[in-house]
């Protein structure tokens, strides 16, 4: 009962955890500051190296070394340390391989290596920088686990190894990752910080670039590296190194040659045929792997007329193509876990050569004057031969004639020892030369040694020049490029910037489709249908814009919403399309009155707005910039107005054209109207009729063109814009169109070019695409002719135009 004591649980738990968690952090995990080695990877090399297993020996069976690992110097598990090995050995994994396997070491696939018993190893010849001087008390040892042998505590490792190869492990609480570098950048950057120990982390990344991968690939951007090197975390954006290749029948072709580091290549090969199948990736054809062993080349085959960029941007966005590295730079030091900067790593990786250096020279200042002190002894004793002879011929013993060597000539005790052991060759006239110049050679050496030792900056240069040997032995190119930072990848980057068209009906009812669904007809025919419309729901607008392109969406409500043209449902042409309320948070009350296209919201360029009750109003584009999920208040009017036309005004030189639908227009420059902010009123534009209100407006930007007008009963006509004289805003208006009631009342106006087409859209949904220069030109006062057959319940409710088609064709 004597050995039970009483102790609180959670006190035990808190104790026997914490010596848990310190010896899985120091004893497993974590890799020292100074050799970058954790205790397993130190131990076989160790074992490695007292088996003799350097690399200019022969192979030896796997199963051999890890039994002596086991046996000797780790306890645990074989398959651990046979991985570790492994690792070791891939040069995928290992930026500059410190074990060279014989046999299946495994691959960038994920196969697994063959068992031990198949496999053989030995040391790398760049591992021999690590082990180099261990025997000459550079570093210290510690029993092994059963107090029989020793074993290294550090290495004294020649190469800056923890940056070299990196490191990668999770302890208690606390993990590590540091990325692989290159040996020559290494090398520059610790040289420079042993010559200027106050360099800052910045200035040592002009010497030391970024990470060095083994696999290859592209950092995108400095600033994940930066983070990392000056505060020890970052974020590392790498991606793999594809090129695009075209064949002789305009096919493309995704060539990869290069992945992120510790991405298993069948994966990624899985992930993208996978991602086809599930159609998140469209345009790929075909996908095989040519990869062999001259390096990596996955084939992915696109369809023709597919865009390589697009795709290889979804391949970055859904696959791991393109993934992160998160450095963490934590390291033991002095057996404390410590998150370290660039430099911090570099000045306790040069300390610690300074330390083996010097302790190096200590070792062989000792052996040298050791030495020395034989040969001093021999010098005399040749001196003195044939008296010291006959004095051991005399002596009854050994220990005699020691006793009388000491006492008489002032031997030490090892020096009289050596004297008696030594061969009667020495006694010859060459041996007796060979002595004394060993002995001057030594004495230099003793005087060089202490002088190593006295000056500092000595076993500095001493380092350097070492390092500079490491670079020019084992120095290779960079493998991973870095880049300019590259964009995230938005959405826009995965969409084809194709040209479409854009209808709305009265009720909100959106969508999209490609431009080239509809065909040009001649003029006078009946159109195809556009969308199948209900109840008494009608089209009201119709625009074209390119997929990239942000819609301004400006509602009777004065408000004003924006959305990406690709955000908007690309249907069939029978489709009616979309409710916009549940795209955009317009209110139910409110009604779409204009709808206009942008790519960058240049304060340069201004918004035009005109209202049924003929007000214009004008304000920069600028504002309109950061609008919100709820809108933007765009334009503030009467209750009885309405919104009827919203234009981009992109030159100080354009003019405002109005037109009304009992047939009156009125022209005038538009820096007739001066700018205002957001939320106000405008100035009058047109003085109306009585009945009379505005229904089309435009801006004009070129002098040579003609206005294009359409009435609701589908006649139209163009007339040259030098017939509609240029007046002060505020006007009554000069006649654009005599209605009557065949041609119905006007629906809108549109400059013309000859190389444009007519997009006209009827109230039931049909829509027929005309070129504009089969559309005769009239005067001002003519009704025009038909340019769309109407049926007797429908009306033309609006129009757009677009870029003519090359090639004509009839639907």
Do not use: W
């Amino acid at each position: 009962m004597s050995n039970i004591s009483n102790r609180y649980i959670e006190e035990e738990l808190k104790e026997s955890y914490l010596d848990y968690s310190m010896s899985v952090i120091v004893s497993r995990a974590l890799p020292d500051v100074r050799d970058g080695l954790k205790p397993v990877h130190r131990r076989i090399l160790f074992a490695m190296n007292e088996m003799g297993m350097t690399n200019d020996k022969p192979f030896k069976k796997s199963a051999r070394i890890v039994g002596e690992v086991l046996g000797k110097y780790h306890p645990h598990g074989d398959t651990a340390v046979y991985n570790t090995m492994v690792r070791m050995a891939q040069e995928f994994n290992y930026r500059y391989m410190l074990v060279e396997g014989h046999g299946n070491f495994g691959s960038i696939d994920g196969d697994s290596a063959a068992a031990m018993r198949y496999t053989e190893a030995r040391m790398s010849k760049i591992t021999a920088e690590l082990l180099e001087d261990i025997d000459k008390n550079t570093i210290d040892f510690r029993k092994n686990f059963d107090d029989s042998l020793d074993e290294p505590t550090v290495l004294p490792s020649k190469l800056p190894h923890l940056l070299l190869n990196g490191s990668t492990g999770i302890a208690v609480g606390m993990a590590t990752n540091i990325p692989p570098h290159n040996l020559g950048e290494l090398v520059d950057g610790s040289l420079q910080l042993i010559d200027n120990p106050e360099i800052s982390d910045l200035e040592l990344m002009e010497y030391i670039k970024g990470p060095d991968f083994p696999t290859g690939g592209i950092i995108d951007g400095k600033k994940g590296i930066r983070d990392a090197y000056l505060t020890g975390r970052g974020k590392i954006r790498v991606r793999g190194k594809v090129k695009i290749e075209e064949n002789k029948n305009g096919k493309f072709f995704l060539i990869i040659e290069e992945i992120p580091y510790q991405l298993n290549k069948s994966t990624l090969i899985e992930r993208i045929a996978n991602l086809v199948k599930e159609k998140k990736i469209t345009g790929i054809v075909d996908l095989r792997d040519e990869s062999n062993r001259e390096g990596i080349r996955v084939v992915i085959e696109l369809k023709k007329g597919e865009e390589p960029e697009l795709v290889l941007n979804k391949l970055y966005k859904y696959t791991e193509l393109q993934s992160t590295f998160g450095v963490i730079m934590l390291a033991l030091v002095n057996n404390v876990p410590k998150v370290l900067t660039l430099k911090q790593m570099l000045c306790e990786y040069i300390s610690h050569r300074f330390q083996v250096i010097t302790r190096r020279t200590l070792f062989d200042l000792d052996k040298a004057q050791k030495r020395a002190h034989i040969l001093q002894g021999y010098r005399i004793a040749l001196e003195n031969i044939n008296r010291i002879i006959e004095m051991i011929r005399s002596s009854k013993d050994a220990n005699q004639a020691k006793e009388q060597l000491i006492e008489k000539y002032a031997f030490t005790e090892i020096q009289a020892k050596s004297i008696l052991d030594m061969r009667l060759q020495r006694l010859t006239g060459l041996e007796r030369e060979k002595v004394e110049a060993e002995y001057q050679d030594l004495e230099k050496l003793i005087i060089e040694l202490q002088d190593i030792l006295s000056h500092d900056n000595k076993i500095y240069d001493i380092m350097k020049q070492e390092l500079l040997k490491v670079k020019d032995t084992y120095g290779d190119k960079r493998r991973t490029h870095i880049e300019e930072e590259r964009m995230e990848i938005l959405p826009e980057d995965l969409i084809k910037d194709e040209e479409m068209i854009i209808t709305c009906t009265n009720k909100g009812y959106i969508k999209r489709i490609e431009a080239n669904k509809y065909k040009s007809q001649n003029r006078g025919g009946k159109g195809v249908t556009g969308l199948n419309t209900i109840d008494d729901d009608v089209v009201d607008t119709i625009l074209t814009a390119s997929n990239l392109d942000t819609l301004m969406i400006f509602t009777d409500k004065g408000k004003v919403y924006n959305i990406k043209v690709y955000q908007l449902p690309e249907l069939s042409r029978q489709s009616r399309g979309r409710l916009i309320s549940n795209l955009l948070r317009i209110g139910e009350e409110e009604k779409i009155r204009a709808i206009i296209k942008t790519r960058v919201f240049d304060k340069e360029k201004e918004l035009v707005f005109v209202t049924k009750q003929g007000i214009v109003k004008k304000t920069s584009l600028e504002e309109f910039k950061n609008i919100n999920t709820g809108g933007l208040i765009a334009i503030k009017f009467k209750e009885e107005d309405d919104l009827i036309y919203v234009g981009l005004v992109e030159a100080a030189e354009n003019e405002v054209f109005i037109a009304t639908r009992k047939g009156f227009a009125v022209r005038f420059p538009n820096d007739n109207v001066r700018p205002t902010g957001r939320n106000t009123m405008g100035v009058k534009g047109i003085e109306l009729r009585e009945g009379d209100e505005v229904v089309s407006a435009l801006l004009i930007k070129e002098k040579e063109m003609d206005i294009l007008t359409i009435t609701e009963n589908g006649y139209g006509k163009r007339t040259r814009l030098d017939e509609y004289p240029s007046h002060n805003r505020g006007g009554k208006g000069v006649i654009n169109l005599r209605c009557n009631d065949k041609t119905g009342n006007i629906v809108s106006v549109l400059t013309a070019l000859d190389e444009e087409e007519l997009v006209c859209i009827t109230s039931n949904g049909i829509i027929i695409r005309t070129p504009m220069n089969s559309i005769s030109r009239f005067s001002r006062a003519a009704q025009g002719v038909i340019i769309m057959k109407v049926a007797l319940d429908e009306k033309v409710a609006s129009i757009t135009r677009i870029k003519a088609e090359e090639e004509k064709e009839e639907i």
